[in-house]
């Protein structure tokens, strides 16, 4: 995999949310920086450009100068501190950017004769803050820049890409999708909770939550507790589902995420089978209990239907 530094511009100031920080705003519960850093976790060195806060793992503030420079001044800013070859830049507003759009970007961005590449949206218009370069040409483009205008702060960043020869990646609608309104925070706020996508983005962000590099089949620990709440009892299902993990945890000390991931599939494994032989018994247990009431049902039908044959002996009435 291409080595990268990724630089992300967190600074600016949100005019049009009415100057919250943007950045720390929430989408699924993490904050809009943090999903950023999550998908460039590659990174060799992350470069933060805006005010310190706390963040999901660590990167290297700095700030532009001036302060609310712009964003080619904070890129300038961020740039002079990184050391790779290729660095990713991002803004931190982008909710739906995934690991693969960054893998694409990179890939783009190192074919050879080309300076860097950027995703389109869905309307076809660049996304420079979506975005891979190589940084031998981005340090030397904005040197001119700087050098011609007297600073970077205040300018476009068009007359940066427009002097670069860059690839174009078509990452879907998502990828460059990013939340410059309290509208466009409240779209991305809904998009994640949409059917096909909610079990995932919980998922990925209970994983971001607790530190877990652990990919699972979660279609199996689903199919674990469907088992069990219907072959035990309803309020088995998160139950096992805990002791599943505990037991896989226990299995894969000091072993990678890929033998953890197994340790968990095994576990549901047993415990799914466990659950059925359980299921069985109690099928079996209820067809005995219906067998046994039919037999007694038919003993008690039979017994009617029989005359008083000391009564018939007697001649009474």
């Keep these: 995999m291409t080595a990268y530094d990724v630089i992300v511009l967190a600074g600016g100031a949100a005019k049009r949310l009415g100057g919250a920080d943007k950045p720390g705003v929430r989408v699924g519960g993490r904050a809009l920086l943090d999903r950023v850093l999550a998908a460039c976790d590659g990174a060799a060195r992350t470069v933060v450009v805006g005010d310190r806060r706390a963040t999901v793992r660590p990167v290297v503030w700095t700030r532009e100068v001036p302060p609310g420079g712009g964003p080619l001044a904070a890129l300038g800013a961020g740039l002079r501190l990184t050391t790779a070859d290729h660095v990713l830049v991002l803004s931190a507003d982008l909710p739906f950017l995934g690991p693969g759009t960054v893998d694409a970007l990179l890939a783009a961005a190192v074919q050879p004769g080309g300076e860097g590449a950027l995703c389109t ?8 803050l979506v975005a891979a370069y190589r940084a031998e040409p981005l340090r030397r483009e904005l040197a001119l820049i700087a050098t011609e205008h007297g600073s970077l702060a205040g300018l476009p960043l068009r007359m940066l890409t427009a002097e670069l020869d860059l ?28 059917h096909g996508a909610v079990l995932d983005e919980w998922i990925t962000s209970v994983k971001n939550e607790l530190g877990i590099e652990l990919d699972v089949d ?17 309020p088995a299902a998160p139950l096992t589902t805990f002791l599943v993990g505990y037991a896989a945890a226990r299995a894969s000390v000091g072993a990678g995420p890929d033998e953890a991931a197994a340790a968990v599939a095994e576990a549901s494994r047993k415990a799914t089978a ?7 018994e109690t099928a079996e247990a209820a067809e005995a209990d219906e067998s046994a009431t039919s037999a007694s049902e038919g003993d008690g039908a039979a017994g009617g239907a029989k005359p008083d044959r000391g009564r018939e002996g007697t001649g009474t009435p």
């Design 121 to 128: 949206d869905s309307d076809g218009r660049d996304q420079p």
């Design 167 to 194: 690839a174009r990646v078509d990452a879907g609608a998502d990828a460059a999708f990013d939340c410059d309104t309290w509208d466009d925070i409240a779209a991305a706020r809904a998009r994640i909770r949409e």
């Design 218 to 234: 979660s279609g199996v620990l689903l199919d674990l507790a469907r088992d069990a709440a219907h072959g035990v009892a309803r």
């Design 274 to 280: 466990l659950a059925l032989r359980w299921e069985a």
